[in-house]
T-cell receptor, first 114, second 113 residues
Framework: GDSVTQMEGPVTLSEEAFLTINCTYT??????LFWYVQYPGEGLQLLLKATKADDKGSNKGFEATYRKETTSFHLEKGSVQVSDSAVYFC?????????????FGAGTRLAVHP | EAGVAQSPRYKIIEKRQSVAFWCNPI?????LYWYQQILGQGPKLLIQ????????DSQLPKDRFSAERLKGVDSTLKIQPAKLEDSAVYLCASQDRNNSPLHFGNGTRLTVT
């Protein structure tokens, strides 16, 4: 079945450093791809998405490009802040039986220190 | 708009006891999901409802887990009897249309001792 693989954490960075969190997927079709973020004590929130190849999703300074040739959707940010400390989940949406469902990666914890 | 509400926020029980979680989705959202998130892992779908009907429960351990959404609005998830490996955060999410984003609640953290 479809699956998502993320780089293991934790990722520890200094403020203003460049961030990359790798995500690759396995899917039989052409899924939509998502990044969700979970701040401490809060629920999952959609960060950004891309629905087809070469689409770039962006939000709050984060970007990710849907790369069909490498089946990847890596998350990047040019300059991280302490407030970006959270767990980041890559996910794909597959269609099954006429309905869609999200399949998540294991999550990558990001810790940003001043 | 009000978000997805879940209760309780935390629950500690002993193994072999039973427990129930409650979820109230965003008003008007037809689709409701229950996910299990074990520490260090991504959320795993347990069951998906479309209104009050089950769409997908293929990963629900039906010998001990049950869920219902009788009036197509709020939902309960029950575990009876609980095992140690059921310790996890149980997340509820709702969605209004097939391609729209999922909205997640803050989850219920269950500890089974």
């Amino acid at each position: 079945g479809d699956s998502v693989t993320q780089m293991e954490g934790p990722v520890t960075l200094s403020e203003e450093a460049f961030l990359t969190i790798n995500c690759t997927y396995t899917a039989t079709g052409y899924p939509s791809l998502f990044w969700y973020v979970q701040y401490p004590g809060e629920g999952l929130q959609l960060l950004l998405k891309a629905t087809k190849a070469d689409d770039k999703g962006s939000n709050k300074g984060f970007e990710a490009t849907y790369r069909k040739e490498t089946t990847s959707f890596h998350l990047e940010k040019g300059s991280v802040q302490v407030s970006d400390s959270a767990v980041y989940f890559c996910a794909l949406r597959e269609f099954s039986g006429g309905y869609n469902k999200l399949i998540f990666g294991a999550g990558t914890r990001l810790a940003v220190h001043p | 708009e009000a978000g997805v509400a879940q209760s309780p926020r935390y629950k500690i029980i002993e193994k072999r006891q039973s427990v129930a979680f409650w979820c109230n989705p965003i008003s008007g959202h037809a689709t409701l999901y229950w996910y299990q998130q074990i520490l260090g892992q991504g959320p795993k779908l347990l069951i998906q409802f479309q209104n009050n009907g089950v769409v997908d429960d293929s990963q629900l351990p039906k010998d001990r887990f049950s869920a219902e959404r009788l009036k197509g609005v709020d939902s309960t998830l029950k575990i009876q009897p609980a095992k140690l490996e059921d310790s996890a955060v149980y997340l509820c999410a709702s969605q209004d249309r097939n391609n729209s984003p999922l909205h997640f609640g803050n989850g219920t953290r269950l500890t089974v001792t």
